[in-house]
């Protein structure tokens, strides 16, 4: 999970998602889940503060970890920052 702290360039909320856990909703403890699902919606709102590059780094990366940890035949490239700058 990203951590609390504020969240002002690309290059933290890129971070962010790195530490963000993709999977709080298959846990079987509330806690983890709720957790996770407010730190989601906070990365969200943070990418609109951001702006467009922000919020496209959030989709492409959901969908980096999404597509490939969930047994895809299509792999999807990990996002590289240096292409949202």
Request: glycine content about 4%.
């Amino acid at each position: 999970m990203s951590s609390p702290t504020s969240i002002t360039s690309l290059a933290e909320l890129y971070e962010a998602l790195e530490r963000h856990d993709w999977f709080h909703e298959m846990s079987d403890d509330h806690g983890v889940w709720e957790r996770g699902a407010a730190d989601w919606k906070r990365l969200g709102r943070v990418a609109k503060q951001l702006g467009p590059k922000a919020e496209q780094l959030v989709v492409d990366y959901h969908k980096y970890v999404c597509t490939n940890k969930t047994r895809s035949t299509t792999l999807v490239s990990k996002p590289n920052l240096e292409n949202y700058l």
